[in-house]
Structures are given as C-alpha cells and as structure tokens.
C-alpha cells in the first residue's frame, strides 16, 4: 500500500510540476495581454500606405497598449487600405478627430498603430471611423530624402572639371553629388590637399549639358538633412562668362560643422562674441601645444 | 498478421492499418479502463515522472547550445537582443515538443514495448483473459493513456527548462541585459500561437503516436526473446519517423 501511495504522490508531483511550468511558460514568456482578453470596440481606420503592418499589431495610445490591429483589407477600388482596429472596452474615450499612425518600433521593429488624441468632445464609437491618418514611412523614402534622391547623374554628356578650394570640406568623399538649385549636375571628383598648401583642393566633374554656369558663382559644402551625406552646391553669380574645363570658383564656403553649429547655438543668448572669438583663438593655441 | 513472402510495402501497410485498429479498439477500451485507475496513475509515474530527470537535463542543455549559437550568429547583425525571442520561439514551437517525444519514444516507449512484449511472450497476457480480465482494458489502454497524458507535461517542462538555459547562456553568462532578454521575449511570444498550438497542441499529438506504436509494438510481438528486442528497436524507429514527419505535417497546418 505505501508503494502505490508514493506512486500517487510522484505522480501528483510530477503533474502539478508540468502544470506550474506550463502556467511559468504561459505568463513569463509570452505577452499574455498579446491574447484576447476582455472585450473591444473596432474602429476603421483608412491609410494610404500600412507598410509591413500586420494582424495582431499593437495599437498604442501615449506608448501604452490599448488593442490590436483586428483586419487589414483594401478598400475596394481604390488604392487605400482600411485597417480595422479593435481596442479594449476600458478606453472609450478617444476623441473621434484623433489622428492615427503607423509608426516603427526602433529601426527594425515591428510596425503598430499609434493613436494621437483630438480636441473633440466626442469619442469614437463602436464601428466609427478614425478619419485622419498618417501612412507608414517607407525607409527607403527617408533614405531618399536624407540622400538628396540619389548621387550624382549619369555622365553620357562627358564631363567638363573645376576646381574650388575649401578651408574645411568635412565629411566630403570623391563621388558625392554636385547640385545647382538642388539638381544633381556632377559629381566630386577628387579631394586633396596640394603639398605647402592649407586649403583642400576639391575637383568637380560636372555634366556638359550644364555649361553655362557664371564664372562668378560659389561653391558650398552642405549636408543633406541631419545626418545624410555631404553635396556641393553651386550658388549661381550673375557673370555674363561661364565656368570651363580648369577653371576654379571664386567664391566658396566650408562645410558647417555640427559641433560648431551647436556651438553657435549654445553661445547665442550672449550678445558678445567674446566667447566664439576666445574659442577661435585658443584652437591654434592648443594645436601649437601639442 | 502476414505472411513472410509479402514485400515491405504490403507488410508496412498491414502494419499501419493494424495500428490503426488497434487505436480504436484501445479508445474504446479506455472507459473500461477508468476501473484500474490507479494502474494508469503507476503508469504515469513510470513513464512521466521517472523520465523528468532526462526531459530536464536535456532541455537545459539545448536552451544553453541555442543560446549560445543563437548570441553568435546574431552580433554578426547587432542583434543579441533577439537571443530570448528565437530560443522561446525555435523551443516552443520545435525543440520543445519534438526532441521532448524522441526522448520519450527512447526513454519511455522502450520500455512500454518490452515489458508489454514480455507479458506476451510469458503468457501473462493469456492468462489474464482466461481470468475474465481485459488485457487491452487493464495492460494497454492506462500505458496508452499515460503517455497522452505525460508527454505534453513532460514537453512544458523541457521547455521552461530550455528558455532557463537560453538565460543561463545569455543573461548570465554572456551580459545580455536581462530586462531587454524577457521584454523582447514577451513581446514576440503569443499564447496562442506558440504555447497552445507549438507546444500543447503538438506534443498531444505525438503522445497519441509514440503511445500507440509503443503498445502496438509490444501487444503484436512474437512470443521470443528475439521478437521482444525486434519490437523494441522498431518501436524507436517507428516513432522517430512518425514523430518527425507528423510534426512536419502539423507544422504547415498550424503555422
């Protein structure tokens, strides 16, 4: 009789063990409120673009999660989808000209809706319709943005070169754009600095389809957005002559310096230029230190 | 059953349809079972209980290599946050069930098929109908029903073993934060999909088969020693096959 009590016991055991581990595996590991819990209300929403959003996403309101994405099908004939959203019954108040967007969790995360609270005094309603949205990012888009929409043109015109000399090109390589009013027109061709010379020697290479550049014009280092690639851009002068093959620009200006900029800004509620004329000042000073 | 001059096709297929029979007369065997309760209950503490020792070790240590690997591959990416996310997930949903049922067919289902064949091959089995006592209803139905019932339990233990191992590995050894190794888990692991469905759902379904070959195999001996140490390797065997093509199968109907 003991023997088969101690069976009755181990086996007790040993089933009230793969309980508890299954209850540690389905509470610890996993998203138990990413199941369905509780009641909710749909909501339609209609985006140009849902992106990689899926089934099932989170729908979020101030970062916290309020439901999931129910539906995503396209709105017949039309090139829009309509993502039916089912939020939890505990959040009734979202004001019906709320704004709703598709965001990304980190760079590579997953894609959910997230809720921008209106001003109205009427919350959405069950099968109502949240009617201003903001279609997903599509990275490649940023991308193109930061980038200046690509590098520089194709060269089956031929290329004529001039040269400008730069104080500073700062982050400048060989093969960045050439832009005049924006457009790509050439490319950088080569960075150097001439020997006994302090000034770096950039060469472009631009198109012969635009020849007729003044020969008074400037040439500047700019950034595409905050931290998209280096371009130079050519400011037009008013000159009657044009630039040719080995000529070089008059006029230039170096690359901004994001430290500098910051720089500027933290420095600029003082009407002094004391500080920034210190600054510039010390720079040799510490170079010739060391 | 057949004949030696068939070819393995047709043994193969009397094989099958055989167990298939023989599936449905232990299902309705099973409420006459109900009666030797406590035979069941001996019987899951033999074929659950006593193979956790196992079950355990062997999910620590594959949650550990996963971890491992799995931190390898992904800094080649940046990506050893996702070390937590892919151990759960690969355990849960493969791993857990399937290398928890081979262990099983081994540890268990082994010894199901040879003490079965030995009542046979001894005559005990004879002996108990000419006692009036049903052998499918008292021998083979509780080991049949013990099975179910422990692998799917035995499969949630591995795999609360795994995800601890894969922490082991990660957290602790090789400094991926802890709260960045459970958040990215708990955000990507669904109940549904992955512990009722990956888990639960799967490692039934296995029971039922490793269960089913094992008594079938040890019912239908030949009365030898000889037969007992064939029906025991083709327990194995049999299982391993079925195990992974079924979770083949059943992985392209769940995900």
Same mark, same amino acid.
């Given at each position: 009789?003991?023997?088969r009590?101690?069976?009755?016991?181990?086996?007790?055991?040993?089933?009230?063990?793969?309980?508890?581990?299954?209850?540690?595996?389905?509470?610890?590991?996993?998203?138990?409120?990413?199941?369905?819990?509780?009641?909710?209300?749909?909501?339609?929403?209609?985006?140009?673009?849902?992106?990689?959003?899926?089934?099932?996403?989170?729908?979020?309101?101030?970062?916290?999660?309020?439901?999931?994405?129910?539906?995503?099908d396209?709105?017949?004939?039309?090139?829009?989808?309509?993502?039916?959203?089912?939020?939890?019954d505990?959040?009734?108040d979202?004001?019906?000209?709320?704004?709703?967007?598709?965001?990304?969790?980190?760079?590579?995360?997953?894609?959910?809706?997230?809720?921008?609270?209106?001003?109205?005094?009427?919350?959405?309603?069950?099968?109502?319709?949240?009617?201003?949205?903001?279609?997903?990012?599509?990275?490649?888009?940023?991308?193109?943005?930061?980038?200046?929409?690509?590098?520089?043109?194709?060269?089956?015109?031929?290329?004529?070169?001039?040269?400008?000399?730069?104080?500073?090109?700062?982050?400048?390589?060989?093969?960045?754009?050439?832009?005049?009013?924006?457009?790509?027109?050439?490319?950088?061709?080569?960075?150097?600095?001439?020997?006994?010379?302090?000034?770096?020697?950039?060469t472009?290479?631009?198109?012969?389809?635009?020849s007729?550049?003044?020969?008074?014009?400037?040439?500047?280092?700019?950034?595409?957005?905050?931290?998209?690639?280096?371009?130079?851009?050519?400011?037009?002068?008013?000159?009657?002559?044009f630039?040719?093959?080995?000529?070089?620009?008059?006029?230039?200006?170096?690359?901004?310096?994001?430290?500098?900029?910051?720089?500027?800004?933290?420095?600029?509620?003082?009407?002094?230029?004391?500080?920034?004329g210190?600054?510039?000042?010390?720079?040799?000073?510490?170079?010739?230190?060391? | 059953?057949? $004949?030696? $001059?068939? $070819?393995?096709?047709?043994?193969?297929?009397?094989?099958?349809?055989?167990?298939?029979?023989?599936?449905?007369?232990? +299902?309705?065997?099973i409420?006459?079972?109900?009666?030797?309760?406590?035979?069941?209950?001996?019987?899951?503490?033999?074929?659950?209980?006593?193979? +956790?020792?196992?079950?355990?070790?062997?999910?620590l240590?594959?949650?550990?290599?996963?971890?491992?690997?799995?931190?390898? =591959?992904?800094?080649?990416?940046?990506?050893?946050?996702?070390?937590?996310?892919?151990? &759960?997930?690969?355990?849960?949903?493969?791993?857990?069930p399937?290398?928890?049922?081979?262990?099983f067919?081994?540890?268990?289902?082994?010894?199901?098929?040879?003490?079965?064949?030995?009542?046979?091959?001894t005559?005990?089995?004879?002996?108990?109908?000419?006692? &009036?006592?049903?052998?499918?209803?008292?021998?083979?139905?509780?080991?049949?029903?013990?099975?179910?019932?422990?692998?799917?339990? +035995?499969?949630? =233990?591995?795999?609360?073993m795994?995800?601890?191992?894969?922490?082991?590995?990660?957290?602790?050894?090789?400094?991926?934060? $802890?709260?960045?190794?459970?958040?990215n888990?708990?955000? &990507?692991?669904?109940?549904?999909?992955?512990?009722?469905d990956?888990?639960?759902?799967?490692?039934?379904?296995?029971?039922? =088969?490793?269960?089913?070959?094992? =008594?079938?195999?040890?019912?239908?001996?030949?009365?030898?020693?000889?037969?007992?140490?064939?029906?025991?390797?083709?327990?194995?065997?049999a299982?391993?096959? &079925?195990?992974?093509?079924?979770?083949?199968? +059943?992985?392209?109907?769940?995900?």
């Amino acid at each position: 009789m003991t023997q088969r009590r101690s069976y009755a016991v181990g086996t007790g055991l040993f089933i009230v063990l793969g309980f508890a581990a299954l209850a540690y595996l389905a509470t610890q590991t996993t998203s138990v409120a990413n199941s369905h819990s509780g009641s909710t209300y749909t909501v339609d929403t209609r985006f140009a673009n849902v992106g990689q959003l899926k089934v099932r996403a989170p729908v979020k309101i101030a970062g916290v999660r309020v439901g999931s994405v129910q539906a995503i099908d396209l709105v017949p004939g039309k090139e829009e989808a309509k993502v039916t959203l089912a939020i939890d019954d505990g959040h009734k108040d979202i004001p019906d000209d709320s704004v709703a967007t598709i965001y990304t969790s980190g760079l590579l995360g997953d894609q959910y809706v997230g809720i921008q609270f209106g001003q109205s005094k009427n919350p959405v309603k069950e099968g109502g319709e949240i009617g201003l949205t903001r279609p997903a990012q599509q990275l490649e888009e940023m991308l193109g943005k930061f980038f200046g929409g690509g590098s520089a043109p194709d060269r089956l015109g031929g290329t004529y070169h001039v040269t400008g000399d730069f104080t500073n090109i700062g982050g400048l390589q060989p093969g960045a754009a050439v832009k005049m009013a924006g457009v790509p027109i050439g490319s950088v061709d080569s960075v150097v600095v001439k020997p006994g010379a302090v000034q770096a020697t950039v060469t472009l290479a631009i198109d012969k389809r635009y020849s007729q550049i003044p020969d008074d014009s400037s040439a500047a280092v700019f950034t595409s957005g905050l931290i998209g690639s280096q371009y130079v851009a050519i400011q037009p002068g008013g000159s009657p002559e044009f630039l040719a093959e080995g000529d070089s620009f008059v006029l230039t200006q170096s690359a901004l310096q994001l430290e500098d900029l910051i720089g500027k800004f933290l420095v600029n509620g003082s009407p002094s230029d004391n500080k920034s004329g210190a600054q510039g000042a010390a720079q040799p000073d510490n170079a010739g230190k060391k | 059953m057949s $004949n030696g $001059n068939d $070819n393995v096709v047709v043994r193969s297929l009397a094989q099958i349809g055989a167990c298939g029979l023989f599936l449905l007369t232990i +299902l309705a065997a099973i409420p006459r079972s109900f009666r030797h309760g406590r035979e069941t209950v001996r019987q899951i503490w033999f074929v659950g209980a006593m193979s +956790l020792t196992i079950v355990m070790t062997c999910g620590l240590f594959v949650g550990m290599v996963l971890g491992l690997q799995l931190y390898d =591959v992904l800094s080649i990416f940046g990506g050893t946050s996702a070390t937590g996310t892919v151990v &759960a997930i690969a355990i849960y949903r493969e791993l857990g069930p399937v290398v928890t049922a081979l262990l099983f067919a081994g540890r268990a289902g082994t010894s199901v098929t040879a003490e079965i064949g030995l009542m046979r091959a001894t005559d005990q089995l004879d002996a108990m109908e000419m006692m &009036a006592v049903d052998p499918i209803a008292y021998v083979a139905a509780p080991r049949f029903l013990a099975g179910v019932i422990a692998l799917p339990l +035995l499969a949630i =233990v591995f795999c609360a073993m795994g995800v601890f191992g894969g922490h082991l590995v990660g957290v602790t050894w090789l400094g991926i934060d $802890n709260g960045t190794f459970w958040s990215n888990m708990t955000a &990507a692991v669904d109940v549904h999909k992955d512990i009722v469905d990956g888990v639960l759902l799967k490692s039934i379904a296995f029971g039922i =088969v490793v269960s089913l070959i094992a =008594v079938f195999q040890g019912y239908t001996t030949p009365p030898t020693s000889e037969g007992v140490a064939y029906a025991t390797t083709r327990t194995v065997v049999a299982s391993s096959i &079925a195990i992974l093509a079924l979770d083949f199968v +059943l992985t392209s109907f769940l995900i």
